[in-house]
């Protein structure tokens, strides 16, 4: 009996462990859960989709599309889409690959430079013509030509002049392109009226109503020679006119000063109409000033008719 239960302790100490029955307290973990899980990684997002623009970029594209002017039916003369011309305003410009886009200048304007935003995948180029044949002069025009590679480009283009500089937009389709773009200047066209206007202005007698055998012309003039010194005076009965030379123009216009008889001279008011001096008054002795230090004196004298014609003979 003893043998026996020895022999049973000694095998019972050489069985391992592992070959022991499970209790119902420690279950066995089934084989996946010791399995490995690979670690959860963020998604990847491209900085450009991820930061929206700021303030003053939304500003910069409001701006843009404000300023930019795109054709208008009522704009075409023929095939050619006419811009009002405005500093400051960007310039809408279609082209297609194949076809050249013509964008003429100012008569007479000077081109300066042309920078492209893209010169890769666009033809940009210049020519002139008018000019009397010889590419210069008023009449002379410049033309810068536009032609994309490809549809679905798009660039900036700006032009420079010795009067102005213009900014463009270039946008390439696939088949409609504008054959011509040119400007009107409405400020130049003001400044041309306003030129017209003055010269018919001065072309007009200096008085309307002048009867000619009312005026009498028996002014004498003495004094200094300087080159603004009047060619005459004469009057109408009512208004007093001293005509000067066309240089007076060039130069700066004398003050006029009446004398009266004690030697006291006094500024009177007078208007330019031209080249004459009108002084809605009949006087008797007057004097042209200029200067400080070396002061030009003309003296203008009313003469009677008698003395005149007594001088005259």
């Known amino acids: 009996m003893m043998t026996a239960l020895l022999a049973a302790t000694a095998l019972a100490a050489a ?3 592992s070959t022991l029955p499970a209790t119902a307290a420690s279950p066995e973990l089934p084989a996946t859960s010791t399995a490995t899980v690979p670690p959860i990684r963020a998604a990847r997002v491209s900085p450009h989709h991820a930061r929206l623009p700021s303030t003053a970029e939304l500003r910069v594209r409001a701006a843009n599309r404000a300023a930019t002017m795109e054709p208008l039916t009522g704009g075409y003369l023929g095939g050619v889409q006419v811009y ?8 809408q410009v279609f082209a297609a690959p194949g076809q050249v886009t013509d964008i003429a200048l100012q008569p007479g304007e000077t081109l300066g430079a042309v920078a492209a935003g893209d010169t890769v995948r666009w033809v940009i180029g210049d020519t002139t013509s008018g000019g009397n044949g010889r590419g210069s002069g008023e009449a002379k025009r410049t033309h810068v030509l536009v032609k994309p590679f490809t549809a679905g480009l798009a660039t900036s283009v700006v032009i420079t002049t010795d009067r102005r500089t213009y900014h463009l937009a270039l946008t390439s389709t696939g088949h409609t392109a504008m054959a011509a773009l040119s400007w009107s200047y409405p400020q130049d ?8 206007a003055e010269a018919t202005r001065a072309a007009q007698p200096v008085a309307s109503g002048l009867a000619v055998d009312r005026l009498h012309f028996n002014y004498a003039i003495t004094g200094d020679r300087p080159d603004w010194r009047p060619l005459r005076a004469f009057d109408d009965g009512r208004q007093t006119f001293i005509e000067f030379p066309p240089s007076l123009a060039a130069g700066e216009a004398p003050p006029l000063f009446l004398v009266d008889p004690k030697g006291t001279a006094q500024l009177v008011n007078y208007r330019v109409e031209g080249r004459y001096y009108v002084i809605d008054r009949i006087f008797d002795v007057a004097e042209l000033r200029l200067g400080l230090k070396h002061q030009d004196v ?3 004298n009313r003469v009677s008719e008698t003395i005149k014609r007594r001088r005259a003979s």
């Open 298 to 300: 003309v003296r203008i």
């Open 84 to 91: 009002p011309y405005n500093d400051g305003a960007i310039y």
């Open 189 to 196: 066209e003001l400044i041309a009226l306003k030129a017209a």
């Open 15 to 17: 069985t391992p462990a």
